[in-house]
């Protein structure tokens, strides 16, 4: 039974900063590289960061120099920090494995930039 639980998400000005984080259960969370993934209005779901089992990340090109994906293998947890926020990254962000297992999606949380 596997579950991922988001949480962090809220409102903030453009140009603030949020961290969030994945809870991560049931299954070997160690032998994955995992992911934080985000689905704007009228938008698809896009790829925003992985990080796989060496601490190694990879970040899409709307968000490289301005988000952080980290790790806890003992807490089972993946957190992303967002600075330099814009609009455009208003969003339900969701985490999964990388590549993403279709039915392990959980509900996510939403950021709203906005002033």
């Known amino acids: 039974q596997v579950q991922l639980v988001e949480s962090g998400g809220g409102l903030v000005q453009p140009g603030g900063s949020l961290r969030l984080s994945c809870s991560a259960s049931?299954?070997?969370?160690?032998?994955?590289?995992m992911g934080w993934y985000r689905q704007g209005p009228g938008k698809e779901r896009e790829f925003v960061a992985e990080?796989?089992?060496?601490?190694?990340?990879k970040y899409g090109d709307s968000v490289k120099g301005r988000f952080t994906i980290s790790r806890d293998f003992a807490k089972r947890t993946v957190d992303l920090q967002m600075n330099s926020l814009k609009p455009e990254d208003t969003a339900v962000y969701y985490c999964?494995?990388?590549?993403?297992?279709?039915?392990?999606w959980g509900q996510g949380t939403q950021v709203t930039v906005s002033s």
């Open positions: 999964n494995s990388n590549p993403p297992v279709n039915h392990n």
């Open positions: 049931g299954f070997i969370f160690s032998g994955l590289n």
């Open positions: 990080i796989d089992r060496f601490g190694v990340t």
